[in-house]
């Protein structure tokens, strides 16, 4: 497994959106540059999650806020499972979504970013009850597991706060939703934060990853910058708690 090179990775990024720009397989938002992106066939990706046994066995399951996610968060409420969603950029942390509190006419506003807030409660990551199944935003993902976000490293450090609460076993699935244009056949350079997925669902197929499984242990702290500390108060609120 290659380790490194950042210049590899933002290739790989920029070839997959300007191919779902030119095809027109992006969708709102756009354009998709600089995002998780949104897809055509979205809702058929989450459909082939949501028949899978890793999906019926869950009972918590995390899953992050970018649009081609969306039908995954309304699908979770509506098979009664507890949906936890970290805000945007994790500034304000995690929201909770029962959808035993929420009338099941409003899963799919609830589903929405605005409609969590509304709909969802803010929970300290100690409050958060034990995730069994995360689902991630991808915008390359390889056969072989190895994923790129839009290179922020928001879900890595999301990964890393449920596994430094205890709410996160190394051992529950990570799993994405995608474009099949999205899954490449070459291995992705790692850097160490980097976590790779056990499953990918596309609107045609679902693939078990080829490759090593990697789980990061925690947060690693030496490669945070202060910008991030400062962006996120659950950072900080980690960080003073180790001391």
Not at 49 to 76: G, H, T, W, Y
Not at 105 to 128: K, L, M, N
Not at 159 to 167: A, F, H, M, S
Not at 201 to 221: A, D, E, H, N
């Amino acid at each position: 497994m290659v380790i490194g090179n950042s210049a590899v990775r933002d290739e790989l990024r920029n070839n997959v959106w300007r191919v779902m720009e030119e095809r027109g397989i992006a969708r709102f938002p756009r354009p998709v540059f600089g995002r998780i992106p949104n897809f055509v066939g979205a809702e058929n990706a989450a459909m082939r999650l949501v028949n899978d046994d890793l999906f019926k066995r869950a009972r918590v399951v995390k899953v992050n806020p970018d649009s081609p996610q969306r039908p995954v968060r309304e699908a979770v409420l509506r098979y009664g499972k507890v949906l936890i969603m970290p805000t945007p950029r994790i500034s304000k942390g995690f929201l909770l979504l029962n959808p035993k509190r929420i009338p099941s006419s409003s899963y799919s506003v609830a589903s929405t970013i605005s409609g969590a807030f509304r709909y969802g409660e803010y929970v300290e990551p100690e409050e958060i009850p034990e995730v069994d199944l995360v689902v991630t935003g991808s915008t390359v993902v390889s056969i072989y597991g190895e994923r790129l976000g839009k290179g922020e490293g928001y879900s890595e450090l999301e990964y890393g706060i449920l596994i430094e609460y205890g709410k996160l076993s190394p051992e529950v699935p990570i799993v994405t939703t995608v474009h099949d244009v999205q899954v490449i056949n070459q291995h992705i350079p790692l850097e160490p934060w980097d976590f790779t997925v056990d499953y990918i669902y596309t609107p045609t197929k679902v693939l078990k990853s080829q490759g090593v499984r990697v789980r990061p242990k925690g947060i690693l702290w030496d490669y945070l910058s202060e910008e991030k500390l400062r962006e996120i108060p659950l950072l900080q609120k980690l960080k003073f708690m180790r001391k």
